[in-house]
């Protein structure tokens, strides 16, 4: 069974303090790593996707990498815009379905 | 594009009383899906279709029953609604393909449904 285990469950950081989300998961086979950003009363954004260890994705404060038992979401000089929750999924080879996990609520404080 | 839009935005139930939430998506994507999410539970499946005519179920579908007579759109229906099935609802699409070279198989979300069951 596919497990995906997010840490921690929140983060309050300063504007300008930089800090990683965690993204640990377990899967038989690794089609892809899925980074979304969810506001409160709305849906889940698409941020990034990562398909192999050693791949990494920016976009703008974010920077999302993945080795063979994690993902780490990396915000540099966060904005209190970046405050949000973030889910991370995987999805196994040879199926079209995520599986999530929980979440991290992130708060930037201005 | 609108993308996953879904219908109605918040709706309150009595007991034993059904409806229909509506999903339809203008990207036409092939596989579609319907989750729930409950405070701190994260995103659980409820079921998914590969095509029109194609459903299964997901992690959660007790309760729940769905159709997919369209490409657009892919209906969720609560039958007999019960107190357990208070929840926020998503709905997603996506363009999938089994062959590893086709990679764009994002599932991209609609802004949810929520329902209240008293």
């Known amino acids: 069974e596919d497990q995906v285990t997010q840490s921690p469950e929140a983060l309050r950081l300063q504007e300008g303090e930089s800090s990683s989300l965690n993204c640990s998961y377990t899967?038989?086979?690794?089609?892809?790593l899925f980074w979304y950003r969810q506001d409160p009363g709305k849906g889940p954004e698409f941020l990034f996707t990562?398909?192999?260890a050693g791949e990494e994705k920016e976009k703008e404060r974010l920077k999302a990498t993945l080795t063979k038992k994690e993902s780490f979401l990396h915000i540099t000089a966060p904005k209190p815009e970046d405050s949000a929750t973030y889910l991370c999924?995987?999805?196994?080879?040879?199926?079209?379905?995520?599986?999530f996990g929980k979440g991290t609520m992130l708060l930037v404080s201005p | 594009n609108a993308g996953v839009t879904q219908t109605p935005k918040f709706r309150i139930l009595k007991i034993g009383q059904s409806m229909t939430l509506q999903c339809t998506q203008d990207?036409?994507?092939?596989?579609m899906y319907w989750y729930r999410q409950d405070p701190g539970m994260g995103l659980k499946l409820i079921y998914y279709?590969?095509?029109?005519?194609?459903?299964d179920k997901g992690e959660v579908p007790n309760g729940y029953n769905v159709s997919r007579s369209t490409t657009e759109d892919f209906p969720l229906r609560l039958e007999l609604a019960a107190p357990s099935q208070t929840s926020v609802y998503f709905c997603?699409?996506?363009?999938?393909?089994?062959?590893?070279?086709?990679?764009?198989?994002?599932?991209?979300f609609g802004p949810g449904t929520r329902l209240t069951v008293l």
């Open positions: 997603a699409s996506s363009r999938y393909s089994i062959t590893t070279s086709f990679k764009t198989d994002t599932q991209y």
């Open positions: 899967v038989s086979g690794l089609r892809g």
């Open positions: 990562l398909y192999s």
């Open positions: 999924a995987v999805q196994a080879t040879g199926y079209s379905t995520l599986t």
């Open positions: 990207m036409n994507h092939n596989y």
């Open positions: 279709s590969v095509g029109a005519g194609i459903t």
